[in-house]
């Protein structure tokens, strides 16, 4: 089962670049949701995809990213690994600037329409927008082994407990290779994912500047200020195989964590030479 899920990924998930020109105003939320909204109001088929409750879903979103590839959202950057803090009082808001993009992958059959995406008006709380499609561009996914890899969190990241998955939702904030990687093993996997996050353990070993550049980020969503992770980190590749390499590929694609086609735990994976 596992080599099929792997097959399919392979073979017939994309993942596309999708360029807009949007209505420059203030946004008093999470912008994976003005993403989300755009894509049903382009094509409703994405209604049903987004909609489908439980379970982990074959598409990943990005929220709004600017020029430098940077996710736009309100958010309470905590500036030091073991700093005290609290959580913010207020609403969170965010500038929304004249051009943007967001990035979608999943089933090749959903993803390439980005290419006939058009223009929509939406209204997000007191939000009005105008989403105008300016470009759609096919990204390639490829993963390198060396030494060490470098992951780069593009927004916040919401790690799943990986002896929870399945039965029940509960967030872990250490970034080690288990709790990084648990959704990508189970969706690969399936029933020997437990066995798969053990060879992970035992082939990935964190960097000691992780303490230091991976941290705490509030972000606002719905209302309600929460906490995730952000920032990067450096893995050293003490053991090469195909399943490192197979759930690093299917993180780069889908990200990490939950929450993924909600825009939540996108990544870059990168070899460092």
């Known amino acids: 089962m596992s080599e099929l899920r792997l097959q399919k990924v392979m073979s017939s998930f994309k993942r596309v670049k999708v360029e807009l020109e949007l209505t420059p105003t203030t946004f008093k939320d999470y912008t994976a949701k003005i993403v989300k909204s755009y894509l049903i109001c382009v094509d409703p088929s994405f209604k049903e ?14 929220p709004l990213l600017d020029e430098r590839g940077h996710a736009i959202y309100p958010k309470r950057v ?12 207020g609403e969170g808001e965010v500038k929304l600037p004249k051009r943007a993009y967001f990035e979608l992958s999943g089933p090749e059959e959903l993803v ?9 008006k939406l209204k997000l709380g007191k939000a009005e927008l105008e989403i105008r499609s300016l470009s759609a561009e096919e990204l390639d996914v490829e993963i390198e082994l060396s030494e060490a ?6 927004g916040p990241a919401v790690l799943r407990d990986p002896w929870l998955i399945g039965r029940g939702l509960r ?21 020997k994912y ?34 995730a992770l952000s920032g990067s980190l450096l893995l050293w590749v003490r053991k090469e195989s195909e399943v490192v390499k197979e759930v690093l590929y299917h993180a780069a694609l889908l990200g990490v964590g939950s929450g993924r086609a909600a825009g939540f735990g996108d990544v870059l994976v990168s070899p460092v030479i």
């Open 149 to 154: 890899i470098s992951i780069k969190f593009r």
């Open 78 to 89: 905590v500036k030091c690994s073991f700093c005290k803090d609290s959580k913010p009082e």
């Open 112 to 120: 390439m329409r980005a290419f006939s995406f058009g223009d929509c």
């Open 194 to 227: 437990k066995e798969v996050l053990m060879e992970l353990d035992e082939s990935l070993v964190e960097d000691h500047s992780s303490l230091h550049s991976v941290g705490k980020v509030w972000y606002y969503y719905s209302g309600k200020w929460l906490p």
């Open 49 to 62: 995809v987004f909609s489908t409750e439980g379970g982990l879903k074959e598409v990943h979103i990005t």
């Open 171 to 191: 967030t872990r904030f250490l970034p080690t290779p288990i709790n990084l990687f648990s959704t990508n093993a189970y969706f690969l996997y399936g029933e």
